[in-house]
């Protein structure tokens, strides 16, 4: 039930930026998409799940899509999983104001909860503030 939900969520989501884009309207998005990606905590998307108005984008190019200052949504097909050698590059998309889509899974918790931690120790004065 929570799957169906969460495909439904995500395809009146999508159908509402293909809309958006045809008016002219809505931002650009970039979808991570790297075939043989491991998948921690959710089923691969199913085949019939495409991203017609979204930039595809491997590991290798992310960062740059991201930086891009036309692109305001990321997509992640692969639940909570990422390249986290790109977490830099996500998180400070994220930090000036760019929107995230996860696709099943959990939000990348462990990766938010080490910057909670990082940040505590931080303002704490335990450690510096580089990254």
Same mark, same amino acid.
Do not use: C
């Given at each position: 039930?929570?799957?169906?939900?969460?495909?439904?969520?995500?395809?009146?989501?999508?159908?509402?930026?293909?809309?958006?884009?045809?008016?002219? +309207? *809505? !931002? =650009?998005?970039?979808?991570? /998409?790297? %075939?043989?990606?491991?998948?921690?905590?959710?089923?691969?998307? @199913?085949?019939?799940?495409?991203?017609?108005?979204?930039?595809?984008?491997?590991?290798?190019?992310?960062?740059?899509?991201? +930086? *891009? !200052? =036309?692109?305001?949504?990321? /997509?992640? %097909?692969?639940?909570?999983?990422?390249?986290?050698?790109?977490? @830099?590059?996500?998180?400070?998309?994220?930090?000036?104001?760019?929107?995230?889509?996860?696709?099943?899974?959990?939000?990348?918790?462990?990766?938010?909860?080490?910057?909670?931690?990082?940040?505590?120790?931080?303002?704490?004065?335990?450690?510096?503030?580089?990254?």
């Amino acid at each position: 039930m929570r799957k169906s939900v969460l495909i439904a969520a995500a395809t009146t989501f999508l159908l509402f930026v293909q809309t958006g884009l045809a008016q002219g +309207a *809505a !931002p =650009a998005s970039v979808v991570f /998409i790297e %075939p043989g990606f491991p998948i921690a905590d959710s089923s691969a998307p @199913p085949s019939a799940v495409k991203f017609p108005t979204a930039q595809p984008a491997d590991a290798d190019h992310l960062r740059d899509a991201l +930086a *891009a !200052p =036309a692109t305001h949504l990321l /997509i992640l %097909p692969y639940a909570s999983s990422f390249p986290e050698d790109q977490w @830099p590059a996500i998180k400070q998309f994220l930090d000036r104001g760019g929107n995230l889509l996860v696709l099943g899974g959990s939000l990348l918790l462990e990766q938010r909860a080490a910057d909670l931690e990082r940040e505590q120790r931080v303002a704490l004065g335990h450690v510096d503030d580089t990254p």
